[in-house]
């Protein structure tokens, strides 16, 4: 846990950078509200930590290479947000659950 104390400076600043870039040179419209900026930040926090924790375990990246994919993520997130006007978690968890619907609907018909 100490660890990870250590890198969240670093981690915190990879975050900041891709959510600045995006809100100064990603917005489609004009208008930044706190709402924007909440799920700016809370939706580019959690995609740049299963980033990290997946590069972290599964690349032998070095740590700079491992924030600026944090950095790339976050303003990736950022994108989706624009497109979607969901955040990524929530597009996706939205998507299971219409998978699983659908799912269980072709069952409901295939039984009767």
């Not at 250590?6 to 975050?15: E, G, I, S």
């Not at 375990?57 to 993520?73: M, P």
């Not at 072709?106 to 009767?112: A, F, I």
């Given at each position: 846990?100490e660890k990870?104390?250590?890198?969240?400076?670093?981690?915190?600043?990879?975050?900041?950078?891709?959510i600045?870039?995006?809100?100064?040179f990603?917005?489609?419209n004009?208008k930044?509200t706190?709402?924007?900026?909440?799920?700016e930040?809370?939706?580019?926090?959690?995609?740049?930590?299963?980033a990290y924790?997946?590069?972290k375990?599964?690349?032998?990246?070095?740590?700079?290479?491992?924030?600026?994919?944090?950095?790339?993520?976050s303003?990736?997130?950022?994108?989706?947000?624009?497109f979607?006007?969901?955040?990524?978690i929530?597009a996706?968890?939205?998507?299971?659950?219409?998978?699983i619907?659908l799912?269980a609907n072709?069952?409901?018909?295939?039984?009767?």
């Open positions: 846990m990870y104390l250590l890198v969240l400076p670093y981690f915190l600043t990879a975050c900041l950078i891709g600045v870039a995006s809100l100064l990603g917005t489609s004009n930044i706190r709402n924007r900026i909440a799920r930040v809370f939706g580019s926090l959690w995609i740049s930590a299963i924790f997946v590069l375990q599964f690349c032998d990246w070095s740590a700079e290479l491992i924030y600026a994919s944090c950095s790339v993520t303003f990736l997130n950022s994108k989706i947000i624009n979607l006007d969901k955040d990524l929530e996706l968890f939205k998507g299971i659950l219409n998978k619907k799912l072709n069952t409901k018909n295939q039984e009767s």
